[in-house]
């Protein structure tokens, strides 16, 4: 996923374009998790499920 700067973004000063980019990273790995899960939740194949599993707690370290 790529991660485009807003507008007023573009006119920030460093300190506040890398807190943006470090939300949208936070954001990128929230959705990550959430993929993870439902996934986990989705499979019936118990190996695939605790592959999942471990790529979703992975993520939340």
Do not use: F
């Amino acid at each position: 996923m790529t991660y485009n700067l807003t507008q007023d973004a573009e006119k920030q000063n460093g300190k506040a374009k890398n807190l943006a980019r470090a939300r949208q990273s936070l954001i990128e790995e929230l959705d990550a998790i959430n993929v993870y899960e439902e996934r986990t939740q989705a499979t019936k194949d118990e190996k695939l499920k605790k592959t999942l599993a471990h790529n979703r707690d992975e993520e939340k370290e």
